[in-house]
C-alpha cells in the first residue's frame, strides 16, 4: 500500500516570497492533516480536512495561509507571502475516518532566508 | 483544551538497557492517547495507541504503554534497547475526529 505522497521534500525561499506543497494522501482515506512541525517542537495541527471540507482550521494563520482539498483527495497548502518564523517541516497525514490512525508523509522542509 | 508534557528533551541508555519515555497529559475526559516515532528526514510511525480497555497496550518494535488516569500519565517503555531505536518520540493526545496534541518529543540517543 502506497503511503502518504509529499512534494517537494525540501523548499528554500526568501521572506515574502510565496511557497506551495502538495500531498497525495493513501487512496481511500477520507480525512486529510497539515501539521506544522518547528525545530525542537512537536507537530501542530493547521488544518483537518473531511473529503472536501475543512472541519478544522483554527490554528491556520489565515492572513497568509491557505490550504485546500480539491476533489476530496489531492491537497495544497500554500503561503503567501513567507515570513522567516514559517521555516518548519510542514507534514500531511491522513486516515480513513476521523477516529482512526493517522498515518504521516516525509514531511517538506521549508527554510525561509 | 488538551495538552501534553514529555519532561525529558534527551534521554540516553546503553544498548540492551531498559528504556521509561515519561508522558504527561491534561484533558478533560478520557483521552485517546498515542506515541510516534520519528527518525531524522522521516515521519512520524505510530508505535501504539491507546482508545480504551487494558491500560497496557503493546505496541510495535517490542514497545509497551501503560495508561494511569490517576496520574494522567502514558509511559512508553521498552525492556531493551536496540540501536536502531535512536529517534525522537512523541507523545500525542487526540479527542475524537483525531485532533492531535503533541508534547515536544523526546530524543533517544543509544549508546553501544
Known amino acids: 500500500e502506497a503511503g502518504v505522497a509529499q512534494s517537494p521534500r525540501y523548499k528554500i525561499i526568501e521572506k515574502r516570497q510565496s511557497v506551495a506543497f502538495w500531498c497525495n494522501p493513501i487512496?481511500?482515506?477520507?480525512?486529510l492533516y497539515w501539521y506544522q512541525q518547528i525545530l525542537g517542537q512537536g507537530p501542530k495541527l493547521l488544518i483537518q480536512?473531511?473529503?472536501?471540507?475543512?472541519?478544522?482550521d483554527s490554528q491556520l494563520p489565515k492572513d497568509r495561509f491557505s490550504a485546500e482539498r480539491l476533489k476530496g483527495v489531492d491537497s495544497t497548502l500554500k503561503i503567501q507571502p513567507a515570513k522567516l518564523e514559517d521555516s518548519a517541516v510542514y507534514l500531511c497525514?491522513?486516515?480513513?475516518?476521523?477516529?482512526?490512525?493517522?498515518?504521516f508523509g516525509q514531511g517538506t522542509r521549508l527554510t525561509v532566508v | 483544551a488538551q495538552s501534553v508534557t514529555q519532561p525529558d528533551i534527551h534521554i540516553t541508555v546503553s544498548e540492551g538497557a531498559s528504556l521509561e519515555l515519561r508522558c504527561n497529559y491534561s484533558?478533560?475526559?478520557?483521552?485517546?492517547l498515542f506515541w510516534y516515532v520519528q527518525s531524522p528526514g522521516q515521519g512520524l510511525q505510530l508505535l501504539l495507541k491507546?482508545?480504551?480497555?487494558?491500560?497496557l497496550v503493546q505496541g510495535i518494535k517490542g514497545f509497551e504503554a501503560e495508561f494511569k488516569r490517576s496520574q494522567s500519565s502514558f509511559n512508553l517503555r521498552k525492556p531493551s534497547v536496540h540501536w536502531s531505536d535512536a529517534a525522537e518520540y512523541f507523545c500525542?493526545?487526540?479527542?475524537?475526529?483525531?485532533?492531535?496534541?503533541f508534547g515536544a518529543g523526546t530524543i533517544l540517543r543509544v549508546k553501544s
Open positions: 497525514a491522513s486516515s480513513l475516518t476521523r477516529d482512526t490512525e493517522a498515518f
Open positions: 487512496s481511500g482515506h477520507a480525512t
Open positions: 480536512f473531511q473529503n472536501n471540507g475543512v472541519v478544522d
Open positions: 484533558y478533560g475526559a478520557t483521552p485517546y
Open positions: 491507546y482508545f480504551s480497555g487494558d491500560t
Open positions: 500525542a493526545v487526540g479527542a475524537y475526529g483525531n485532533k492531535l496534541v
